[in-house]
């Protein structure tokens, strides 16, 4: 059993940052992907970046490229969303989730989901 918990959420201007948080805590597994998803109203979930352990490999949707940053504390069992220049299209709910294996874009493709935290980005 794994479970996520996100917080960091919250209201910012255009052009502002966020930084969001994922604690996991439960059964490990021996190779994993740590995914970082958002979903906004009257759209569907969609992929926002992902992290692997142990070899840290990261993969992020061309839409946050150069925006957002993934990283994780291991011995905290934590893993990171920095979000810098946000646009108002940023603005959704976003949910970290992981699953056994390599990096992967589809959320069906992922296990365990935290509730989410809401960022909401003005214009």
């Known amino acids: 059993q794994v479970q996520l918990v996100e917080s960091g959420g919250g209201s910012v201007q255009a052009g502002g940052s966020l930084s969001l948080s994922c604690a996991a805590s439960g059964r490990t597994f021996s190779g994993y992907a740590m995914g970082w998803f958002r979903q906004a109203v009257q759209k569907e979930r969609e992929f926002v970046g992902a992290i692997t352990h142990p070899s840290s490999a990261t993969d992020y949707a061309d839409s946050v490229k150069g925006r957002f940053t993934i990283s994780r504390d291991i011995a905290k069992s934590v893993v990171y969303l920095q979000m810098n220049s946000l646009k108002p299209e940023d603005t959704a709910v976003y949910y970290c989730?992981?699953?056994?294996?390599?990096?992967?874009?589809?959320?069906?493709?992922?296990?365990?989901w935290g509730q989410g935290t809401q960022v909401t980005v003005s214009s």
């Open positions: 989730a992981a699953r056994r294996g390599w990096l992967e874009q589809d959320p069906q493709e992922y296990d365990y």
